[in-house]
């Protein structure tokens, strides 16, 4: 099992090493510079044999199942300060624009031959999806601010899009028995090849 990597990193790296067809999946990167403690929770790599691209995957990953992302208070003032009177929501922004920023520059800096960057933020639950709110305007704002920032897309996988892309993965592990070194894709195979009592 990686190191350190919750079951919401390995699912993640799970989907991306079996439904997008990365063969390098990483969890936990850190940056090698001396006093940076910067951390990647996912970086997943898909090189093309065929023509010679390198697609490289970022991934930030929150696997709490309340709906809440981060809690805390906001360290400094800034965009995400706009986004309702909750300290939680502003930290949970301001934590993952840091986070975004960094994995920006880490990932320039260690791979700056890659013919392409996905920076992609999953989370199962988010607190207002359905129905709108300051968190998901938020999160919103987070993908506009890191695209001017950065000329980089931002994709916010989460609630129903995270549903749809865990089932494209179940689908994936039904009637696939290999081995291919993944415990979340393993688990996964296990529970989507039982066989009735009665078979």
Known sequence: MPINAGW????VGA???RVTGCEVVSYNNRSDEPGNQMEADVVAIDNDRENGNQDVYVCEVVTHLDGGLYSGTPDEDGWWMEHSNTSSYHHSLETLWR????????????????????????????????RGGALIDGLGRLSEEFEKE???????????EYASRMEDLRQKADGDTSDYGSPAFRFL???????????
Do not use: C, M, R
């Open 99 to 130: 986070k975004f920023k960094d994995d920006h520059a880490y990932i320039e800096e260690a791979f700056p031959k890659a013919n392409s960057y996905s920076f992609q933020f999953w989370a199962p639950v988010v607190t207002g999806w359905d």
């Open 8 to 11: 919401g990193e390995l699912l």
């Open 15 to 17: 989907y991306h090493q």
């Open 189 to 199: 195979q296990i529970l989507e090849n039982l066989k009735p009592a009665d078979e």
């Open 150 to 160: 950065t000329g980089e897309e931002l994709e916010i996988i989460v609630n129903a």
